[in-house]
């Protein structure tokens, strides 16, 4: 769904160039703040799926994964 929102100038070139230097867009960054703020980023599913996770996997990892400290930090896009 597109919305249309009002901001001065300065602030909206202001933005961009934060979303430029960190390697994201506008678009993005308002995005994520939405998602944030109404709790799209679920937190109790979180726990919860660490929990399933450590009592089903008695505390270790799947045969073959390896862990990738970058790959962890990616932004997932939600549909």
Request: proline share 3%; hydrophobic share 25%; aromatic share 6%.
């Amino acid at each position: 769904m597109n919305i249309t929102l009002s901001a001065d100038s300065e602030t909206i070139a202001r933005t961009r160039k934060y979303a430029r230097e960190h390697g994201t867009s506008m678009n993005q960054l308002i995005r994520g703040f939405l998602e944030g703020l109404t709790g799209r980023d679920d937190r109790e599913g979180i726990v919860d799926e660490f929990t399933r996770n450590a009592l089903t996997h008695g505390g270790r990892s799947p045969d073959g994964f390896r862990f990738d400290r970058e790959r962890s930090h990616e932004r997932r896009e939600r549909p």
